[in-house]
T-cell receptor
Framework: GDSVTQMEGPVTLSEEAFLTINCTYT??????LFWYVQYPGEGLQLLLK?????DKGSNKGFEATYRKETTSFHLEKGSVQVSDSAVYFC????????????FGQGTTLQVKP | DGGITQSPKYLFRKEGQNVTLSCEQN?????MYWYRQDPGQGLRLIYY???????QKGDIAEGYSVSREKKESFPLTVTSAQKNPTAFYLC????????????FGEGSRLTVL
C-alpha cells in the first residue's frame, strides 16, 4: 500500500541554519503531497502542499518540490528561527477521493538560539 | 471563528471503561476523520466519514466505534476492547477530494490508568 518515509529525528539546528527534512513516498498513481506542522500540545496545521509533479509548495519561508522521478518531497528552509521548533509531518493523499491522508512518522526539529 | 473543537482535552479512564471523545466542526465540511498519534509512529487513521449517516473503517478501527448523525459532529468511542488506548487522538475535517487539506482540532489526550 501507499506509504511515506521521513528522515528520523530529532534534528537540532542553530538559529539561522539551513534546514532540510527528507521525505520519500511510495504510491500508485500520482498522489498529492503535503507538509504539516505540529507545535507542542496542539493539532496539526497545513504548512504547504503540491498536487502534481514539479509543483513547488511554499509558505512562511519553507519550500518543497514534488519530484516524481525520485518520489520525494523534501522540506527546506534557508534560515530557521527558534519559533520553527515543532514536529513536521509529510503526508500524501491518494486518488481515491476520500480525502484521507497517509502520514510519515514525523520529524522533530529543535532550533537553539 | 470557524474550526474544529475537540473535547475533553485531557481524559483519564480506568481499564474496562468505554469513553467518548467529542468532535464538532463549523466549517460546513462533508468529510471528517479520526486519527491516533503515538510517539514516533506518526498518525494512523481510525475511522472516516464522507457524508452523514455513513462511515468507513481506517487502518486501526478495532476497539473503536463512531457515529455520524449530524454533519457537524463525529464522536469517537474508545471501547474496553481497545487493548492499548492511551494515546493522543486527533479529529480532522475536509471538503473532500484528493487535493483538499485536512483541518485538525487541538486533540484529546486519553490516559488509561
Amino acid at each position: 500500500g501507499d506509504s511515506v518515509t521521513q528522515m528520523e529525528g530529532p534534528v537540532t539546528l542553530s538559529e539561522e541554519a539551513f534546514l532540510t527534512i527528507n521525505c520519500t513516498y511510495t504510491a500508485t498513481g500520482y498522489p498529492s503531497l503535503f507538509w504539516y506542522v505540529q507545535y507542542p500540545g496542539e493539532g496539526l496545521q497545513l504548512l504547504l502542499k503540491a498536487t502534481k509533479a514539479d509543483d513547488k509548495g511554499s509558505n512562511k519561508g519553507f519550500e518543497a518540490t514534488y519530484r516524481k522521478e525520485t518520489t520525494s518531497f523534501h522540506l527546506e528552509k534557508g534560515s530557521v528561527q527558534v519559533s520553527d521548533s515543532a514536529v513536521y509531518f509529510c503526508a500524501l493523499s491518494d486518488r481515491s477521493n476520500t480525502g484521507k491522508l497517509i502520514f510519515g512518522q514525523g520529524t522533530t526539529l529543535q532550533v537553539k538560539p | 471563528d470557524g474550526g474544529i473543537t475537540q473535547s475533553p482535552k485531557y481524559l483519564f479512564r480506568k481499564e474496562g471503561q468505554n469513553v467518548t471523545l467529542s468532535c464538532e466542526q463549523n466549517l460546513n465540511h462533508d468529510a471528517m476523520y479520526w486519527y491516533r498519534q503515538d510517539p514516533g509512529q506518526g498518525l494512523r487513521l481510525i475511522y472516516y466519514s464522507q457524508i452523514v449517516n455513513d462511515f468507513q473503517k481506517g487502518d486501526i478501527a478495532e476497539g473503536y466505534s463512531v457515529s455520524r448523525e449530524k454533519k457537524e459532529s463525529f464522536p469517537l468511542t474508545v471501547t474496553s476492547a481497545q487493548k492499548n488506548p492511551t494515546a493522543f487522538y486527533l479529529c480532522a475535517s475536509s471538503s473532500g477530494g484528493y487535493t483538499g487539506e485536512l483541518f485538525f482540532g487541538e486533540g484529546s489526550r486519553l490516559t488509561v490508568l
